[in-house]
């Protein structure tokens, strides 16, 4: 059993080698200031659509790959009072998989139904859903980057201990990736397309340590 550990560890640390947090293909935006050279407000620049103002809720249909378990079913995302954010997953018929919540200070799960309760894979989704879910009002930027093959805008920031990457287009002030991580364990990517009336119709979310993959399709918004 302490070899088979081992040997686990191992695989994850050679599989976290071949990821890059930091998108590829980027160039300093500005030499020795932290905000881009190009005419855009970067104060309009959110973290993540669902804390836009406009956003209240949102459903989707959605699919959840996670080792050997795969789930189908309608995720309803909700902002709260308190300007945080729940999401619950559940099936067609209405058992929930999991119902979560952040409010950008703490991670709280309400529930999670037996296969996926485990306090060690909660402790690695944590950060990946603060990247989804979290308004990122506690950043820090550090720097400002365009990427070559794109021209896409792409800040690194700080969020309390997470370590992020933002990618945007500029040309229309959308958000078109995330990338983050806090250890070698929670390495996420989401990525956000079809945009209608400035909300993402797609969203993917990967963390490929644990081989997670969550796809959303947009149901209905408002």
């Known amino acids: 059993m302490k070899y088979l550990f081992f040997g686990s560890l191992l695989g994850i640390v050679l599989l976290t080698g071949c990821q890059s947090l930091k998108p590829p293909h980027l160039s300093p935006a500005s030499t020795g200031i932290s905000a881009p050279s190009f005419p855009l407000d970067t104060s309009s620049l959110l973290p993540s659509p ?25 995720v309803f995302v909700k902002k709260m009072p308190d300007s945080g954010c729940r999401m619950v997953f559940s099936n067609e018929f209405g058992m929930t998989y999991f119902d979560v919540e952040t409010d950008n200070h703490h991670f709280q799960v309400n529930y999670c139904f037996a296969p996926l309760d485990k306090k060690m894979l909660w402790k690695i989704l944590k950060t990946d859903f603060r990247l989804l879910l979290e308004s990122g009002e506690d950043q820090v930027p550090d720097d400002w980057f365009v990427q070559d093959s794109t021209n896409f805008l792409a800040c ?34 989401i990525t956000y397309a079809g945009y209608q009336n400035g909300f993402p119709s797609r969203i993917k979310l990967v963390n490929p340590i ?3 993959e969550i796809s ?3 149901i209905s918004f408002n």
Do not use: C
């Open 50 to 74: 669902l804390v836009s103002p406009a956003f209240e809720k949102a459903l989707f249909k959605a699919t959840m790959d996670i080792r050997d378990h795969h789930l189908t079913g309608l």
């Open 156 to 189: 690194k920031s700080r969020q309390g201990t997470i370590i992020r990457w933002n990618v945007y287009d500029p040309t229309e002030t959308i958000l078109m990736e995330v990338r983050g991580k806090s250890s070698f364990t929670d390495l996420a990517r």
């Open 210 to 212: 644990i081989k997670l």
């Open 216 to 218: 959303l399709s947009l």
